[in-house]
């Protein structure tokens, strides 16, 4: 059996994770959940003295937002859309047939105003670019959302629907390549201390198609994206749990956020893949918590 198989297969069995039908889509139990809130608490105390302001939105967006922030452009096969019945009694009726006779009932659904949120950064530029120019020491926010991506898979690192931390900051080019590096250091002082192994690479985005692999290659080119891998499936590809990314100007011209000289702003985010995480700290260190090093239980339990 492939390793991530079996590994999926003792998280079910041990009921760290809980099936639900799809691949991707699993519930969890309170032991995985306490190791993504003391992981996320964590993160907190390293970002503490930066004073991030602090914002939540729900795991779905709005789809004009996303239509204008470009992500069909360059993630289609990820997207996730919200449709509902707009229908009339009529409508109903075929709709029931339909279920019932187990043909496609989908077909008449509409596209909603709502779109699944691919990444915990998107919802919050336009509110950013609302404001009026950034303060001249720019600005730091703390995001934490599920995210839907549509990538079934039965490697439990590959999740439709996970959850992201971000640390995102909007400044001048300078302001936000010193925040991306700081958070590269950190980053590995952070899971270091969790006693895991890891290395940090140059990486890209999964762009689509001919463009996209234009858009690769200069991605990595330009070193844009880095991540901090972390073998949890297969020792050969590792698995990202932390993402770095430097966006350059393009959500600030997307969304015309400008620098407190009039500039367009640049920004950069962190990103901590929280199921990512607990999942790298049960393959290293056990499916137990309880059995964990003391020095690991430690840092997350204090
Ligand atoms: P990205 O925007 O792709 O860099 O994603 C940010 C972080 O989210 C990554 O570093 C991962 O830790 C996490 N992540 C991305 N895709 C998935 C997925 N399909 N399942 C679980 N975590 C993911
Ligand atoms: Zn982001």
Not at 39 to 47: M, P
Not at 104 to 120: L, Y
Request: charged share 25%.
């Amino acid at each position: 059996m492939l390793d991530h198989v079996t590994f999926l297969n003792s998280l079910f069995d041990k009921g760290l994770l809980v099936e639900t039908g799809v691949d991707g889509l699993y519930g969890r139990s309170g032991e995985f959940e306490e190791v993504i809130q003391r992981f996320d608490a964590l993160v907190s105390r390293y970002g503490e003295a930066d004073k991030a302001e602090v914002m939540r939105f729900p795991p779905a967006m709005s789809r004009s937002i996303f239509e204008t922030s470009g992500y069909l452009k360059s993630f289609p096969q990820l997207a996730g859309t919200v449709h509902s019945f707009c229908g009339n009694d009529h409508d109903h009726a075929i709709l029931l047939e339909r279920v019932a006779s187990g043909d496609d009932w989908t077909e008449g659904q509409k596209a909603t105003d709502v779109v699944m949120t691919p990444a915990a950064c998107y919802p919050l530029y336009p509110a950013m670019a609302k404001r009026g120019p950034l303060p001249e020491e720019g600005r730091l926010f703390d995001l934490q959302s599920y995210c839907f991506r549509h990538e079934p898979s039965k490697d439990p690192a590959r999740m439709q629907l996970f959850r992201m931390r971000e640390y995102v900051r909007a400044g001048t080019p300078e302001q936000v390549v010193a925040f991306r590096e700081s958070w590269l250091e950190r980053g590995q002082k952070l899971m270091g201390s969790l006693g895991v192994p890891l290395h940090i690479d140059v990486a890209n985005d999964p762009f689509f198609g001919r463009a996209g692999r234009m858009m690769v290659a200069g991605q990595r080119e330009q070193g844009l994206k880095f991540e901090l891998l972390i073998p949890i499936t297969s020792v050969e590809k590792p698995t990202a749990c932390l993402s770095f990314n430097y966006h350059q100007d393009h959500f600030g011209s997307t969304w015309d956020i400008k620098t407190s000289i009039g500039a367009v702003a640049h920004t950069a985010c962190v990103g901590f893949g929280l199921e990512r995480v607990a999942l790298a700290l049960f393959k290293h260190h056990g499916l137990d918590t309880i059995k964990w090093p003391a020095a690991v239980r430690k840092e997350l339990w204090g």
